[in-house]
């Protein structure tokens, strides 16, 4: 469980000012510069832009200087079990650059807000906006990391199409109609999908398809012709080949 320390949320400093923990907070510090910070790190300056992230692990010295004008959000935490670094796959000690910094403030703030107020279950509550504040922050950098090659309005465009796509399985989706949705050809689509996504749409599309038709043969009970119809595949011959490969046995078999 996570448990949070002194927290804030777009604080203000003084301009220039520095902070200078040399033996670290003893805890957990992650950071969200929103303005240019130089930063100690591995006994050398570095340069961190607006919109950079932070994590120091405890015991690392904490030392950075506003360029100009100091505003940042930040939550000092513990965690039961360490393990959550390994686990959502996080930069320590290292500067990076989320694509979108916003989406992740907002659940500082949110962090900020369960702190001060203290509502009922708040304990609680941070654990879980704290979980959810590192799976966002990790999925971000996986897609991007460090920013590289980040195109927002591009990213944003193709997420709005993935979930199109995968909310609409039962459509008769094809290369050209799934690559009409962001005005690209059918190369450029592929290509774009799997940077952003790390699959392809149609392996995505054929996951989904399967989950819905175990769905309805387990739970609903449908004929197997019916189930494959209502799940989007067009074939029956095609879609019991398909599930025993992924499933060890015929959709009859798993429907009984």
């Given at each position: ?58 015991g ?29 796959g ?53 897609t ?30 094809d290369?050209?109609s ?8 059918t ?39 019916q ?30």
């Open positions: 469980m996570f448990h949070t320390g002194y927290c804030d949320y777009n604080r203000v400093n003084p301009d220039c000012d520095i902070i200078n923990r040399p033996e670290g907070s003893g805890d957990y510090l992650l950071l969200y510069f929103m303005t240019p910070m130089k930063v100690q790190l591995c006994g050398r300056t570095q340069m961190a832009k607006e919109g950079a992230f932070l994590l120091y692990t405890p690392q010295a904490q030392i950075y200087q506003a360029v100009g004008q100091f505003k940042n959000s930040f939550v000092h935490f513990t965690c039961d079990d360490d393990g959550f670094l390994a686990a959502y996080l930069p320590v000690n290292k500067i990076v650059y989320p694509p979108f910094p916003d989406a992740l403030n907002a659940l500082f703030k949110a962090v900020y807000m369960e702190s001060v107020t203290k509502q009922s279950y708040y304990q609680e509550q941070i654990d879980k906006l704290m979980h959810q504040l590192f799976i966002l922050f990790s999925r971000q950098l996986q991007f990391p460090d920013g590289k090659g980040f195109q927002a309005d591009l990213f944003e465009e193709f997420r709005k199409a993935r979930i199109e796509i995968l909310t609409h399985i039962e459509r008769k989706w290369a050209d799934m690559a009409a949705l962001t005005n690209l050809g190369s450029q689509f592929y290509r774009y999908y799997r940077l952003f996504f790390n699959r392809s749409p149609k392996s995505e599309l054929l996951d989904a398809r399967m989950e819905r038709s175990k769905y309805l043969l387990r739970v609903e009970k449908l004929p197997v012709a189930a494959a119809a209502q799940a989007g595949f067009d074939s029956l011959p095609h879609f019991t080949r398909y599930f025993k490969k992924a499933c060890g046995m015929p959709p009859s078999e798993y429907r009984l």
